[in-house]
């Protein structure tokens, strides 16, 4: 009774004592459940951003054309001196490999829903050939690099409460995918609240309608207790291990080159504290972030909010004058995570979306329309709080293909597809004979594992010149 009474009094401050409305029905494990979720909740904080995003509208404005300039891009390189600067740079990323200070950061806490398939996204099968995991493929990138550094950069997984406990079973399944060190943290979550009234929605008569807080969630979750507190942070820990820089991206993206030297070397020759890989978006109307100055500031603006004008515009060569696409590809300096989460809150932002929940009388109510305002942090929005920034192109053909829906575009069978054309290329630059169609594309599956070759270069030295590929292959 006594537990019930606190509660009441500490959600009647704050208008949502209605989440004890079946308590008298509960057990004693579904009491303790409902109030552990309960005492989870920041409710000054819920209290602000029902003000600001509920009540208040949450509309995000406008900006300005007028504010909106272009933002400088370190382009791929055309010339001789381009060229050679990129070899400095990817010198000076090797040498942070080498010393142990690069750090990989891995969100992983999306389930494979839209593709279809039950289980965490980072489990789907998706190697052209020997239908390796996205987690396989990414770990044996790091694999590589270790050995071909002296030092495997640590691997930091941020998963979701729903799939916390399958991804850890899969990596451990596997031996770790041969991994050094590899670490699980848990993405942080935020309460799910009605669109109309901003109480908070129950998911059952003992929990919460809750979700996950966003990528941008994923800086405090590295500051957050370890397991059971008993660990020290993510973060702490990285310091102990003398790691600096971070490498961060998102599980669906198969072709992402993890610690890339020449990214980690330009952004450390920068001295940055945040950068950006971006690709030149291929459309105005693409549905990428693109990454801009407002008022002289580092930005990324979601394509929906780009004013239309902008999205459009051309430069006198006719290519897009607001071209540079973020893809989730990030290095941050662990100094710079260590400000953001001290003060420098990352804002959030809503997404009105349809959530089921439980009516006064018990039933699970499934909407028709979207109902509830669900909180978010984006990570690009720290980009205006670094007082030093590189923002670096890549070529989407070699580096972003992501896993999102189960036919038609990103897609397994276009991400089969780019990874196939990516190793054919590969083969060729090693002398090999590859078949192509008309429009460039390779006709049928290819792979290379990291473990194999990390690159083209590699390659060269593993295979003979001459080999003619004319069926499915898989080299590892």
């Not at 009441?8 to 004693?28: C, I, V």
């Not at 200070?101 to 806490?109: F, K, P, Y």
């Not at 690099?145 to 495997?152: D, E, S, T, Y």
Request: proline fraction near 7%; aromatic fraction near 8%; include cysteine.
């Amino acid at each position: 009774m006594a537990l019930k009474q606190d509660l009441a009094g500490r959600l009647g401050k704050h208008g949502q004592e209605h989440l004890l409305q079946f308590w008298d029905d509960l057990d004693e494990d579904g009491r303790e459940l409902l109030a552990k979720e309960i005492e989870s909740i920041d409710f000054e904080q819920l209290d602000r951003l029902i003000a600001e995003l509920v009540r208040g509208g949450g509309e995000a404005p406008e900006v300005a054309a007028d504010r909106v300039l272009p933002i400088d891009v370190v382009r791929m390189p055309q010339t001789d001196g381009e060229r050679a600067a990129r070899r400095r740079a990817t010198e000076a990323g090797e040498e942070a490999l080498a010393a142990g200070e690069v750090g990989v950061v891995l969100v992983a806490g999306g389930s494979g829903t839209r593709l279809g398939f039950a289980g965490p996204k980072g489990t789907f099968p998706i190697g052209p050939v020997s239908s390796a995991s996205l987690f396989q493929i990414h770990a044996e990138k790091l694999v590589a690099l270790g050995r071909r550094h002296g030092k495997q950069p640590p691997l930091y997984v941020m998963t979701s409460p729903e799939n916390h406990e399958t991804t850890v079973e899969f990596f451990e399944k596997h031996d770790r995918f041969g991994l050094d060190h590899v670490r699980f943290f848990v993405q942080g979550r935020m309460p799910a609240v009605d669109l109309e009234t901003g109480k908070i929605l129950l998911a059952g008569r003992d929990r919460l309608a809750m979700s996950p807080d966003g990528h941008g969630g994923t800086l405090a979750a590295l500051a957050g207790p370890g397991d059971a507190g008993c660990e020290p942070s993510c973060l702490a820990e990285m310091g102990d291990r003398g790691v600096r820089t971070l490498f961060y991206f998102q599980v669906d993206n198969a072709l992402v080159e993890i610690a890339d030297p020449t990214f980690i070397g330009l952004h450390r020759q920068a001295q940055a504290e945040m950068s950006f890989k971006v690709v030149e978006k291929m459309a105005p109307d693409e549905k990428v972030g693109v990454v801009v100055l407002v008022d002289d500031r580092p930005q990324v603006i979601e394509y929906s909010d780009l004013p239309k004008a902008l999205a459009e515009k051309r430069g006198d060569d006719g290519q897009l004058a607001y071209w540079a696409g973020s893809i989730a590809i990030h290095a941050f300096e662990t100094a710079f995570v260590e400000r953001l989460v001290g003060g420098l809150k990352l804002p959030f932002h809503r997404a009105i979306k349809k959530v089921p929940f439980l009516a006064p009388d018990g039933r699970t109510v499934q909407p028709a329309e979207p109902n509830a305002v669900k909180f978010e942090q984006f990570i690009f929005d720290a980009l205006p709080a670094s007082e030093r920034f590189v923002i670096v192109e890549t070529d989407r053909a070699v580096e972003f293909e992501p896993l999102k829906n189960a036919v038609g575009p990103d897609s397994p069978a276009t991400v089969h597809q780019r990874m196939s054309d990516l190793f054919g290329g590969w083969l060729e630059q090693a002398g090999a004979v590859v078949p192509r169609r008309s429009d460039g594309t390779v006709p049928f599956a290819i792979e290379i594992s990291p473990l194999f070759a990390l690159d083209a270069h590699e390659l060269k030295s593993r295979i003979e010149p001459g080999l003619v590929v004319e069926r499915p292959i898989y080299l590892r």
